[in-house]
């Protein structure tokens, strides 16, 4: 099993910035893609934000390019999301996730953009 615990979520206003961190705990294999998923209020689907793999290679959602920094420490086990020049319309509960085989997911943490 996997277990997955995200921290870093808050309130900030437009602009500022916020730094997401996830701790993988259990029986965690030396191959698998991490990444950070976001869903919105008023029921919209969870869509991608960004994901890297243990090599780090990283992908994007077109929405976040040059705001969001995916990063990793394997050693650690953990996966960040450096999250710059917020909008209001990032505002989601972000969700890490494990993929080694399966999906794996933690509980999510709430990111409020608002004046």
């Known amino acids: 099993q996997v277990q997955l615990v995200e921290s870093g979520g808050g309130l900030v206003q437009p602009g500022g910035s916020l730094r997401l961190s996830c701790v993988a705990s259990?029986?965690?294999?030396?191959?698998?893609?991490m990444g950070w998923y976001r869903q919105a209020p008023g029921g919209k689907e969870r869509e991608l934000v960004a994901v890297i793999t243990g090599g780090g290679n990283a992908n994007y959602a077109d929405s976040v390019k040059g705001r969001f920094t995916i990063s990793r420490d394997n050693t650690k086990n953990t996966v960040y999301l450096q999250m710059n020049s917020l909008k209001p319309e990032d505002t989601a509960v972000y969700s890490c996730?494990?993929?080694?085989?399966?999906?794996?997911w933690g509980q999510g943490t709430q990111v409020t953009v608002s004046s």
């Open positions: 996730s494990l993929k080694q085989g399966r999906y794996y």
């Open positions: 259990g029986s965690i294999l030396s191959i698998n893609v």
